[in-house]
């Protein structure tokens, strides 16, 4: 009885110490539908929709280099329309998004694309390539 105590306090330390570091809950994401393949990666401070997560699709070998953010939902329209936008977010597989991009609702990457930092993705990026800038453009193929 006491071990399962302290299993419990190490878990809800370790929580606590992930939180502070800016790591995201996957566990709690993906129970709240977050659908992630194999092989991905989320560096420190990466946020990915906690409300809207499961609208949001993540590949296999997939890579979040620090303060990624995802967002599956649109409150700018809130005040002026009395509702939030919503819609699908999908990553590919073999995926690379650089540093402080961020990938807006409604946004479909292929696969084999590398996403450069500072990003702002807001269309739909296609199979090999790389795109980057704001807004986020093909800038060379990978074939």
Not at 16 to 34: C, F, S, V
Not at 36 to 41: A, E, P, R, Y
Not at 103 to 120: D, F, T
């Amino acid at each position: 009885m006491k071990n399962v105590g302290i299993s419990k306090m190490k878990k809800i330390i370790e929580k606590i110490k992930a939180k502070i570091r800016g790591t995201i809950d996957l566990e709690r994401l993906i129970k709240d539908g977050l659908s992630v393949g194999d092989n991905f990666h989320a560096q420190e401070g990466v946020i990915i929709d906690p409300g809207h997560c499961w609208l949001i699709e993540i590949g296999n070998n997939v890579t979040l280099a620090p303060r990624v953010h995802i967002l599956a939902h649109d409150a700018s329209t809130k005040n002026i329309l009395g509702y939030t936008k919503i819609s699908n977010v999908k990553i590919g597989n073999n995926v690379f998004v650089g540093m402080y991009a961020t990938i807006l609702k409604g946004v479909h990457i292929g696969n084999n694309v590398i996403i450069g930092a500072n990003s702002l993705v807001n269309k739909n990026i296609p199979d090999n390539c790389v795109a980057a800038g704001n807004p986020c453009k093909v800038i060379m193929s990978l074939d």
